[in-house]
């Protein structure tokens, strides 16, 4: 991978780094309400879902659906919700969340219906143990 890559400083804020697939960096979104992925392709310059080259396409679309998948095997959601927005961050960034019917936005969208609940220390480290073994069984 590039060493030109740089992770935005507001995700770096707001997540906790997993783990590193061979395409992007995963992060977990420091928010306890929701099961939480963000992919973060680690290419400098990327703004916008089009502008990943095509020789990456497939590769980001497959740790797209392995990130999907070890969400819905750890946590079994309702729903999985996709999404690349990047108003707030433009770095090039997907969202990968697990919704439940019971969660406080739905239906609605995850984003600004209840403030963020940052995970108990003890909280943060078994949900990174279990996507870990998630991520193992699904080989990114």
């Known amino acids: 991978m590039t060493d030109d890559f740089v992770l935005h400083e507001r995700l770096a804020a707001d997540c906790i780094t997993i ?4 395409l992007c960096r995963v992060l977990l979104m420091n928010d306890a309400t929701y099961p939480w992925l963000i992919l973060v392709p680690r290419r400098p310059g990327l703004r916008d879902f089009h502008d990943v080259e095509a020789a990456d396409m497939p590769r980001f679309t497959a740790e797209i659906c ?3 998948r070890a969400l819905e095997a750890a946590v079994s959601p309702d ?3 996709v999404a690349a927005l990047g108003n707030m961050v433009p770095q090039l960034h997907l969202h ?3 919704r439940f019917t ?3 936005a739905w239906p ?3 984003w600004g219906q209840v403030p963020a609940a940052p995970y108990e220390p003890t909280a943060l480290e078994e949900r990174v143990r ?3 073994d998630a991520f193992k ?3 990114p």
Do not use: E, F, T, Y
């Open 102 to 104: 019971g969660d406080p």
């Open 66 to 68: 392995a990130a999907s």
């Open 130 to 132: 279990m996507l870990k």
């Open 137 to 139: 069984a699904i080989q």
């Open 79 to 81: 729903k999985m919700n």
């Open 108 to 110: 609605g969208p995850a």
């Open 19 to 22: 783990d590193d697939w061979p």
């Open 96 to 98: 990968v969340i697990a």
